[in-house]
């Protein structure tokens, strides 16, 4: 069995939608999954006002992404190309994903996975505790719109990761003003390696 059947298998990937990329970025803790379906397929659409069920050929479409549970240590992320289809009363309305969540930007199943430990705990140590605040504007709004008595507590990993970029932006812009600063990225980010870093660097890091 293939690595996308098996990820297919564990999210509720249906036909006719089928996952084409799966990319681990070790560096940043995120597993992103792509989702993709053939030209020319038909999706079931459900009639709200009139409760009836018909399969349909995409208008057009758009990519979506949602925030997953997590697989193992990585943070997974879904990115899908989700169709528009022409109803029969000639209106335009976006087909639902089966893994779609009630919120947008989550899951289905990691809604399920959040909404567990918060009948027994505080939303703030909900977030803590499953490393699922991000810091995108994204997940921010869907926090403040669906739990207005929340509290937001950012997802430490993302916050360093943003400071260590922003650091590495500034010593690069600094290294090409002055020479003496290169190689000083392990001082700059307080993880000293004496015998490899720049001895002026270093030096001026021990004053």
Same mark, same amino acid.
């Given at each position: 069995?293939? =690595?996308?059947?098996?990820?297919?298998?564990?999210?509720?990937?249906?036909?006719?939608?089928?996952?084409?990329?799966?990319?681990?970025?070790?560096?940043?803790?995120?597993?992103?999954?792509?989702?993709? *379906?053939? /030209?020319?397929?038909? %999706?079931?659409?459900? @009639?709200?006002?009139?409760?009836?069920?018909?399969?349909?050929?995409?208008?057009?479409?758009?990519?979506?992404?949602?925030?997953?549970?997590?697989? *193992? =240590?990585? &943070?997974?992320?879904?990115?899908? +190309?989700?169709?528009?289809?022409?109803?029969?009363?000639? $209106?335009?309305?976006?087909?639902? #994903?089966?893994?779609? !969540?009630?919120? !947008?930007?989550?899951?289905?199943? %990691?809604?399920?996975?959040?909404?567990?430990?918060?009948?027994?705990?505080?939303?703030?140590?909900?977030?803590?505790?499953?490393?699922?605040?991000?810091?995108?504007? #994204?997940? /921010?709004?869907?926090?403040? $719109?669906?739990?207005?008595?929340?509290?937001?507590? *950012? @997802?430490?990993?993302?916050?360093?990761?943003?400071?260590?970029?922003?650091?590495?932006?500034?010593?690069?812009?600094?290294?090409?003003?002055?020479?003496?600063? &290169?190689?000083? +990225?392990?001082?700059?980010?307080?993880?000293?390696?004496?015998?490899?870093?720049?001895?002026?660097?270093?030096?001026? #890091?021990?004053?």
């Amino acid at each position: 069995m293939r =690595q996308e059947d098996i990820f297919a298998a564990a999210i509720g990937v249906k036909s006719p939608w089928t996952i084409t990329k799966v990319n681990l970025e070790i560096g940043d803790g995120e597993l992103h999954i792509e989702i993709d *379906f053939p /030209s020319g397929s038909e %999706f079931e659409y459900r @009639d709200e006002a009139t409760g009836r069920t018909s399969l349909l050929k995409a208008y057009d479409s758009s990519v979506k992404t949602w925030r997953h549970m997590n697989f *193992f =240590q990585y &943070r997974c992320y879904l990115h899908a +190309r989700i169709p528009r289809v022409r109803t029969e009363g000639g $209106k335009i309305e976006q087909v639902t #994903a089966p893994w779609e !969540g009630a919120v !947008g930007g989550f899951t289905m199943l %990691f809604e399920a996975f959040i909404l567990q430990p918060v009948k027994a705990m505080p939303v703030h140590q909900v977030c803590r505790t499953s490393g699922s605040c991000g810091m995108s504007p #994204a997940l /921010s709004k869907g926090v403040v $719109k669906n739990l207005p008595k929340g509290e937001i507590a *950012f @997802d430490r990993f993302n916050a360093v990761k943003i400071m260590d970029d922003a650091v590495g932006k500034v010593r690069k812009v600094l290294a090409k003003m002055h020479p003496l600063l &290169r190689n000083c +990225r392990c001082v700059l980010t307080g993880k000293l390696d004496f015998a490899r870093i720049n001895p002026f660097c270093a030096t001026h #890091a021990l004053l």
